[in-house]
Each structure stands twice: as C-alpha cells, then as structure tokens.
C-alpha cells in the first residue's frame, strides 16, 4: 500500500449480531453478513470474484475452510485467500484483497470472518506450549497478559483507574450498539471494574473479553466502480504489519510489541500524525492492550499512557472516540472473527451510520489488530490500518 492511495474502496460492510453459544455454524453466521452486504449496496452475489476468509477457532480443523465457505456461500472466486493472523485477519485481509483488486486477480472483493468458537470446541494451539507454558500453569492469554500487566506496573506503575476509565468507556458504548452480547448489555462503573474477579493477578475479569459467535465483512471494490455504482466509500490509505518483534532476542521486553514499528510507519503512509487520528479502533481483547497501543503507536509516551486516558474525552462524543461500538471487551469477541469488530465500526461511523453513537468527525479513522501470544513475549503479530474519506 503507499502513500495516499485512494484508488480502492470499501463500499459496505455487515456484521451479526454477538451472541453467548448461539448454536448457528460459522457458514450460517457467514451467510448472514453476505446477505446483509449484498441488501446494502446491491451487489449481486455473482459479481462478487475475490473472498478472502479469516482462519477460525470453530473450523480450524478443516484445511479446506475457504473453499468450503465459497462453496456454501455460493461464490465462485477468481481470487481466494485463507489469512490465519488471528485478530490482524480482517485488517490484513483488507489490505491484501487491495492488492488483488490493483493486480487485477478480482474487481469486488468480500473480506469476511466468521467464527463460532463459544459453541464449538477450541483447538489445541500446541508449539512451544506443552514443554515451556503448561508445566507452570500458564494456559493461555489470560496468563499472559497478566504477565504483561505485571511487568508494566514493574517499570512504569499501573493506574487501573486509567484502565477502569477504558473499561467504563467501551461499556457504555455497548450499551448503545444493539448488536452487542445480550449479555454485557449492562452499565458498569470503574468501582465495578476495579473490584471485579482477580483471575491471573494483577487481570481481572472486566480486563478480558467474553468469547462468543458472530460473522462481520466488508465489501471492497475499485475507488471508480464503487462511484459508478453510487455507493459510499472510504480508503485505506496505510498499512503496517510486523510478526514476532525482536524475534531473535532471548529476552525480549515483553511489554514492546511490533506496533513500535508498523503505528509509525502505518501513519507514515497516510500522510498524518498521531494527533491527527480523529476515532481510534483498537483490538482490545485485554485492556491492558488499549493502552500498550497508545503509546506504542505514538499517542503518548512509553509508560505514560495513563496519564493520556486520564485527560481526553475517549467517549464516542469526544475528541478521541474509543472503540464506539463497545468493542470486544463490552460487545463480545466472536472468536476469530473478533478483528473485524472494530474495523466494521469504524467504517460504519465514518459511512455516517453510527445512529445513537455517531461521532463527529469522521475524516479518517485507525483500526489495528492483534494476532497470537508466543512464550515470552509480546503477541505475534502487530497490524495497523489508517481509513480516510
């Protein structure tokens, strides 16, 4: 992707409702957005040549997981793509399907995740976990970004009031977003974050997502075709993408992460500064993430994060609208399709179809993504897009 290019567009998006075990498969959920993406922009489905599939929890065990989807969905694609980053899939997924519709492999893209992880099984994830992790008791992201949180209050001190204000944030933008788990449809204060369930010391339980089931996608096509169609449209106009940071130190710190490098150089190509992000669309399967982010991608200093939280106005009507949709913390994480929770809010708000949670300006917008937690270090891979109008 470089600078400036606003040649490719998304032209609509969909997402399903979050729900707790809802019982429907991922190819029903994924059915579902592509009928609510084909009603929004009137696309019909044989236009559709390019699909790129997100990986998922539910289906991993199929090696032939997209063309199975194209074959239940009814598409037959000219360019067809599995993207196993975890949370970076949709994100990721965007950029590459932009590269396909310049090379001209596809001329409409759908980029779609669907995932029903809480009502199937989740598959052992093996590599270096069975001799270095599960010996000691350390199971999975939960004990890993304990670790995180541990560390950074061992440098920097934690003020979980700065994390309390995220929490309360992403909540009652939940509460606004009828697509959200029933679930978490429910205000909480930061007492009630701060008093919550300690589950890996010093995370607690509204430190974490609630896994669940959903589907999202977005609708790409060229800048040209999407006008001639009379459809709205929004570019990304840069993409940054880093695997295992540091991947050859033993001891890496385990707080840095690749968005050291791919927030600069994302912001780089677009042309705009940190200060100049008007929404902000963090993956946030752990709080603690929310803040890392910050200041990794340059919003703030390294181990002055909080102090940033703590004086900006992060709610959908202020000057730096966090995650306006919940969330994963507040909305639900439907399993691997949770990378596109944010990136379809972002789109919405800046297509102007926020309703009760519109926010005001809506020139651009910054969406990451967060993919795997290896042994000692920070996560795998480290993803972020800018979206302009």
């Known amino acids: 992707m470089g600078p400036l290019m606003k040649d490719v567009a998304i032209a609509g998006y969909a997402e399903t409702k979050i729900d707790v075990r809802a019982g429907r498969t991922s190819y029903e959920l994924a059915g579902d957005a592509l009928d609510q993406i084909l009603r929004q922009t009137n696309v019909d489905k044989s236009e559709i040549d390019g699909l790129l599939v997100s990986e998922t929890m539910s289906e991993s065990a199929n090696p032939f997981w997209a063309q199975y989807m194209a074959d239940v969905l009814g598409i037959s694609p000219t360019w067809l793509e599995l993207l196993g980053l975890g949370g970076v899939s949709s994100i990721g997924g965007v950029a590459r399907a932009a590269m396909a519709i310049r090379n001209k492999a596809c001329s409409i893209a759908l980029v779609l995740a669907a995932d029903a992880q809480s009502s199937g099984q989740t598959p052992e994830q093996g590599a270096q976990r069975f001799e270095y992790q599960y010996p000691t008791g350390l199971r999975g992201p939960v004990g890993a970004f304990g670790m995180i949180m541990r560390r950074y209050d061992h440098l920097y001190?934690?003020?979980?009031?700065?994390?309390?204000?995220?929490?309360?944030?992403?909540?009652?933008?939940?509460?606004?977003?009828?697509?959200?788990?029933?679930?978490?449809?429910?205000?909480?204060?930061?007492?009630?974050?701060?008093?919550?369930?300690?589950?890996?010391?010093?995370?607690?339980?509204?430190?974490?997502?609630?896994?669940?089931?959903?589907?999202?996608?977005?609708?790409?096509?060229?800048?040209?075709?999407?006008?001639?169609?009379?459809?709205?449209?929004?570019?990304?106009?840069?993409?940054?993408?880093?695997?295992?940071?540091?991947?050859?130190?033993?001891?890496?710190?385990?707080?840095?992460?690749?968005?050291?490098?791919?927030?600069?150089?994302?912001?780089?190509?677009?042309?705009?500064?940190?200060?100049?992000?008007?929404?902000?669309?963090p993956y946030d399967d752990f709080i603690i993430a929310i803040m890392l982010q910050l200041e990794q991608i340059g919003f703030s200093e390294v181990g002055k994060g909080a102090d940033f939280i703590l004086n900006k106005d992060m709610t959908f009507e202020g000057d730096l609208p966090l995650n306006t949709g919940g969330g994963q913390i507040s909305a639900g994480q439907p399993g691997l399709a949770g990378g596109g929770l944010n990136l379809v809010e972002a789109v919405r708000q800046m297509f102007g179809e926020g309703g009760p949670r519109q926010i005001k300006r809506t020139q651009n917008a910054m969406v990451t993504g967060i993919g795997g937690i290896p042994y000692a270090r920070n996560w795998c891979t480290s993803a972020v897009m800018i979206l302009e109008q």
């Open 157 to 281: 001190g934690l003020n979980r009031r700065a994390l309390a204000r995220l929490a309360v944030t992403q909540r009652s933008h939940a509460l606004l977003n009828n697509n959200a788990c029933p679930r978490l449809q429910k205000a909480i204060t930061e007492e009630d974050y701060l008093n919550s369930k300690l589950v890996s010391d010093p995370l607690r339980v509204l430190d974490s997502v609630m896994v669940c089931d959903g589907a999202n996608a977005v609708l790409m096509m060229s800048s040209d075709e999407a006008k001639r169609r009379g459809l709205k449209a929004i570019h990304p106009t840069g993409y940054a993408e880093l695997t295992h940071y540091k991947v050859t130190e033993p001891l890496t710190e385990i707080t840095e992460s690749g968005f050291l490098v791919a927030g600069p150089h994302a912001l780089k190509q677009s042309g705009l500064r940190a200060q100049d992000v008007q929404s902000f669309h």
